[in-house]
């Protein structure tokens, strides 16, 4: 299987602590992946250490990462967007547009690709108001769109369902899936439910090391779970699905 990330001896180390160490990780192409752990595991160091921000040890399709952001191929969604700026929803989510070439050349992208995206997460009614006056949720879904605008064949998500009430979830885990052959995608989620039915493949995180990589049924296992999050976890199998429950008790030690 072809490989759309590679990483080998990746270490991250601020002022000298170690908060990432990866020495080996291969993320497959053509696949949704999406990385979960407990807060502080390393999960969103790692996205970005995949943009190549956190140095050498990183390869998309066995070249360098530089090559592909310059010619606009991945397109990024953090959890903090810039918000500020003096643009209404539609010039902001054009911004998408501009990524193949810098600020002076405009990618072309249909209106009815624009209108349709505007239609799918809520936002025609809102088109041209500011930005920066609507409310969380609805800049995160401008931000998805800027993103979606961008046509890039890597997507690169940093928790995408940040203050998206569970109807707005939904929907863009339905256009990723919809969207399957388009483009990767490489997200953050916390989540357990919607990582494991709308992923190919999994990459659970702790204290900034990989603890399993693999298929959801192989890695989303309740023991490892358990383990990892330090609270016993209920794995339900149902129609084909995976669903996850937190017990109502806590756990210092589990038993697999």
Same mark, same amino acid.
């Not at 192409?29 to 943009?51: E, F, V, Y």
């Not at 969604?77 to 902001?92: A, F, I, K, M, R």
């Given at each position: ?5 590679? &990483? ?13 160490? =990866? ?10 992946? /999406? ?14 250490? %995949?943009?190549? $921000? ?5 390869? $998309?399709?066995?070249?360098? !990462?530089? @090559? ?8 990024? &969604? ?31 992208? /249909? ?6 995206? *505007?239609?799918?997460?809520? %936002? ?8 920066? @006056?609507? @409310? ?5 879904? +401008? ?5 979606? $605008?961008?046509?890039?064949? !890597? $997507? %690169? ?27 990767? !995608? &490489?997200?953050? %989620? ?5 990582? +494991? ?13 990989? &603890?399993? /990589? ?10 490892? *779970? ?20 937190? !017990?109502?008790?806590?756990?210092? @030690? =589990?038993?697999?």
């Amino acid at each position: 299987m072809e490989n759309l990330f590679t &990483v080998r001896d990746m270490q991250v180390q601020p002022r000298g602590r170690c908060i990432l160490s =990866v020495p080996q990780l291969d993320l497959p192409a053509n696949q949704h992946i /999406s990385i979960i752990g407990p807060n502080g595991a390393g999960k969103s160091t790692l996205l970005r250490a %995949l943009l190549g $921000l956190h140095g050498a040890g990183v390869w $998309l399709r066995g070249k360098s !990462v530089d @090559s592909y952001l310059k010619r606009g191929q991945i397109a990024w &969604v953090g959890q903090h967007g810039q918000y500020n700026l003096p643009l209404t929803v539609t010039e902001y989510v054009q911004l998408g547009c501009y990524s193949h070439g810098g600020w002076f050349k405009k990618a072309l992208v /249909s209106t009815t690709k624009l209108q349709h995206l *505007l239609d799918v997460f809520d %936002l025609r009614t809102l088109a041209q108001q500011r930005i920066g @006056s609507l @409310s969380g949720g609805e800049q995160q879904r +401008a931000n998805v769109v800027r993103a979606l $605008l961008q046509n890039a064949p !890597v $997507l %690169l998500l940093d928790e995408p369902c940040n203050h998206l009430d569970i109807r707005h979830q939904h929907r863009l885990m339905h256009y990723l899936c919809e969207n399957h052959d388009n483009f990767s !995608v &490489v997200m953050v %989620l916390h989540d357990l439910t919607m990582a +494991a039915n709308h992923s190919d493949f999994i990459v659970l995180m702790n204290e900034g090391q990989i &603890v399993a /990589s693999g298929t959801p049924q192989d890695v989303m296992r309740s023991e490892l *779970l358990s383990e990892v999050y330090q609270w016993p976890i209920r794995r339900i199998e149902e129609d084909g699905k995976l669903f996850f429950r937190m !017990v109502h008790h806590p756990v210092h @030690s =589990v038993v697999a």
